[in-house]
């Protein structure tokens, strides 16, 4: 079954306690992408990645690090996280021409609060 | 400075009736458009999309009417099921030339449909 898994799926954790969201995909997808949804202000880009070893900063990277050591995996790092990062974070991924790359598959999301 | 405008934040539609949904975009270079469809706990996932090369584009009952003078664009819903109860975002992205933008999400539309 073509998917994008997340983990951990919830997470609670204290504030600059450093940590890491995993993303993976098993459609050879190019492109990946994390976001964050919050009430009132819809999906917001913190970084994606056009390929393995390529990322770059989207709307919102302050306090966010990301890695993309292999074309399946793109897991997003806090490395000491805010209770403004508190948040429901997604994982996409998608091909990377064409419309197919606004053609995005997401994961199921991870709810993170920081306390 | 948001680029993709939605409206209205929330939607309550009886059983049958129709469902619309607008989004309004500033940047002219915008020449994408994809609908997503998102249910509790889930990811958000693609609906419909539709480039400015056309006016309408239908998919069962799901429908976009696009303006490419007033810069908008809308989703219309016919004939609205309880099973379409769904949050909605409008999206925005920028195809030609190659590069890597990514989606413009609108802030979403809490759509419920009452039996």
């Known amino acids: 079954e073509a998917q994008v898994t997340q983990n951990p799926r919830y997470l609670i954790t204290v504030t600059g306690k450093k940590l890491t969201v995993t993303c993976s995909q098993n459609?050879?997808?190019?492109?990946m992408s994390w976001y964050r949804q919050d009430p009132g202000l819809g999906l917001r880009q913190i970084y994606y990645?056009?390929?393995?070893?390529?990322?770059d900063k989207g709307d919102v990277p302050e306090g966010y690090k990301v890695s993309r050591k292999e074309k399946r995996n793109f897991p997003l790092i806090l490395e000491s996280p805010s209770p403004n990062q508190t948040s429901l974070y997604f994982c996409?991924?998608?091909?990377?021409?064409?419309?197919?790359?606004?053609?995005?598959?997401f994961g199921p999301g991870t709810r993170l609060t920081v306390t | 400075q948001q680029q993709v405008k939605q409206s209205p934040q929330s939607l309550i539609v009886q059983k049958g009736g129709i469902s619309i949904i607008n989004c309004a975009y500033e940047?002219?270079?915008?020449?994408?458009f994809p609908w997503y469809q998102q249910f509790p706990g889930k990811g958000p996932a693609l609906l419909i999309a539709?480039?400015?090369?056309?006016s309408e584009k239908k998919e069962g009952r799901f429908t976009i009417s696009f303006n490419k003078s007033a810069k908008q664009f809308s989703l219309h819903i016919m004939d609205s099921q309880p099973g379409d109860s769904a949050t909605y975002f409008c999206?925005?992205?920028?195809?030609?030339?190659?590069?890597?933008?990514?989606?413009?999400f609108g802030k979403g539309t809490h759509l419920i449909i009452q039996p």
């Open positions: 990645s056009m390929n393995v070893e390529v990322t």
């Open positions: 996409a991924s998608s091909y990377s021409t064409g419309t197919s790359r606004y053609e995005q598959y």
């Open positions: 539709i480039r400015p090369d056309v």
């Open positions: 459609m050879n997808h190019e492109y």
């Open positions: 999206a925005a992205s920028r195809i030609s030339g190659g590069g890597a933008d990514g989606l413009t």
């Open positions: 940047n002219t270079a915008f020449d994408y």
